[in-house]
């Protein structure tokens, strides 16, 4: 009994270190996919060739350690996966883009990060599987730290098109937890995000015209806080740090955590994006986001608490409709997205 406990509390503390550190890859997307769309590309160009890069090293990495495994997985359970590509990730980001064209930045991360209150309704309502308590209040706290994070009185304005595309990412972002929940340990991370990847890259490459990307910036210098750093490098951060690591943590999380834990866990991937945006840009912070992300670190840690190490020890779980009442509201941020700042998606 002892050693099942120790094994429960291990896959229990990996799965909160993952996923946070998901959050803080995704995060970190937005002042380097900044620095690209400054320097001339435009905001689904930035996205293509995120997705793009890293669907091509998760298929050679994919190729190289699962072999042909890789590819019989692929086809046994290509369903999920198509949907996994074209929701969690093409949607997830394109649709984001769409609203933060449309709307302030900050209502269209608000916006996408609805995504774990509908992950909450759905596993309640569709799978009628029992909410924790503390999951539940864990977001409702979040999406209030979130509504100060990214100040979203700023510049209000309301737009059709813009408040369907930022609803619809916060689908696509819930997607991303419950299909990941669904296929649980039999896709691996690597074979997910590689097929996962491919699918989202074709659906991104009509709207983004690769072919009129301008490929001067990858090659030339970028501004960046005071400093210029090859366009390139910056891309392989985004490729390699905030999607590939960033998609293969935040799977393996899920497969340790629960949808409904991980995605209120993704709340702390705006404060790592606006902190990471303090430290990289110098963007000031004000006292209100401060308050903002110490209440959003709150929520996570409430949530977090509703992973038990065993059943003597779980909690009440609500029977009835999750409560979400005054936090309804993605990359950074982040977010990143996959949050997110300027370019950052999130997650998902």
Same mark, same amino acid.
């Given at each position: 009994?002892?050693?099942?406990?120790?094994?429960?509390?291990?896959?229990?503390?990996?799965?909160?270190?993952?996923?946070?550190?998901?959050?803080?890859?995704?995060?970190?997307?937005?002042?380097?996919?900044?620095?690209?769309?400054?320097?001339?590309?435009?905001?689904?160009?930035?996205?293509?060739?995120?997705?793009?890069?890293?669907?091509?090293?998760?298929?050679?990495?994919?190729?190289?350690?699962?072999?042909?495994?890789?590819?019989?997985?692929?086809?046994?359970?290509?369903?999920?996966?198509?949907?996994?590509?074209?929701?969690?990730?093409?949607?997830?980001?394109?649709?984001?883009?769409?609203?933060?064209?449309?709307?302030?930045?900050?209502?269209?991360?608000?916006?996408?990060?609805?995504?774990?209150?509908?992950?909450?309704?759905?596993?309640?309502?569709?799978?009628?599987?029992?909410?924790?308590?503390?999951?539940?209040?864990?977001?409702?706290?979040?999406?209030?730290?979130?509504?100060?994070?990214?100040?979203?009185?700023?510049?209000?304005?309301?737009?059709?098109?813009?408040?369907?595309?930022?609803?619809?990412?916060?689908?696509?972002?819930?997607?991303?937890?419950?299909?990941?929940?669904?296929?649980?340990?039999?896709?691996?991370?690597?074979?997910?995000?590689?097929?996962?990847?491919? #699918? =989202? %890259?074709? /659906?991104?490459?009509?709207?983004? +015209?690769?072919?009129? !990307?301008?490929?001067?910036? &990858?090659? $030339?210098?970028?501004?960046?806080?005071?400093?210029?750093?090859?366009?390139?490098?910056?891309?392989?951060?985004?490729?390699?740090?905030?999607?590939?690591?960033?998609?293969?943590?935040?799977?393996?999380?899920?497969?340790?955590?629960?949808?409904?834990?991980?995605?209120?866990?993704?709340?702390?991937?705006? #404060? =790592? %994006?606006? /902190?990471?945006?303090?430290?990289? +840009?110098?963007?000031? !912070?004000?006292?209100?986001? &401060?308050? $903002?992300?110490?209440?959003?670190?709150?929520?996570?840690?409430?949530?977090?608490?509703?992973?038990?190490?065993?059943?003597?020890?779980?909690?009440?779980?609500?029977?009835?409709?999750?409560?979400?009442?005054?936090?309804?509201?993605?990359?950074?941020?982040?977010?990143?997205?996959?949050?997110?700042?300027? #370019?950052?998606?999130?997650?998902?």
């Amino acid at each position: 009994m002892a050693n099942l406990e120790t094994g429960a509390g291990r896959t229990r503390a990996g799965g909160l270190a993952l996923i946070i550190l998901s959050s803080v890859c995704f995060g970190g997307s937005g002042p380097f996919g900044k620095a690209l769309i400054e320097a001339g590309l435009s905001p689904l160009q930035a996205v293509w060739v995120r997705i793009a890069g890293a669907a091509l090293v998760l298929t050679v990495l994919a190729a190289a350690v699962r072999g042909r495994g890789a590819w019989t997985t692929v086809r046994a359970h290509l369903a999920p996966l198509l949907a996994y590509g074209v929701a969690a990730i093409a949607g997830c980001q394109g649709l984001y883009f769409l609203a933060a064209s449309r709307l302030p930045v900050g209502v269209a991360i608000l916006l996408e990060f609805c995504g774990p209150v509908l992950v909450l309704l759905w596993m309640r309502m569709v799978r009628r599987v029992p909410v924790r308590r503390t999951a539940g209040q864990g977001v409702a706290v979040a999406m209030v730290g979130l509504v100060l994070v990214v100040q979203v009185w700023d510049g209000l304005r309301l737009d059709a098109l813009g408040l369907a595309a930022g609803l619809g990412a916060a689908a696509c972002q819930a997607a991303y937890f419950l299909l990941l929940d669904r296929m649980g340990d039999g896709v691996d991370p690597l074979v997910t995000n590689a097929a996962g990847g491919i #699918v =989202a %890259a074709v /659906l991104l490459t009509v709207p983004a +015209l690769p072919w009129t !990307l301008p490929w001067h910036v &990858l090659t $030339g210098p970028v501004p960046i806080a005071g400093h210029t750093a090859p366009g390139w490098t910056l891309a392989a951060w985004i490729i390699g740090v905030s999607t590939v690591l960033a998609y293969i943590t935040g799977n393996a999380a899920v497969h340790r955590l629960s949808a409904q834990v991980a995605g209120a866990l993704s709340y702390t991937e705006a #404060v =790592a %994006a606006t /902190l990471i945006a303090w430290i990289v +840009l110098d963007e000031h !912070l004000t006292p209100v986001q &401060l308050l $903002g992300g110490a209440i959003v670190l709150t929520g996570a840690y409430l949530a977090q608490r509703s992973v038990t190490t065993t059943p003597a020890t779980s909690e009440p779980v609500h029977t009835g409709a999750v409560h979400t009442e005054g936090v309804h509201g993605e990359p950074v941020t982040p977010p990143a997205t996959p949050a997110h700042a300027a #370019v950052s998606d999130s997650t998902a």
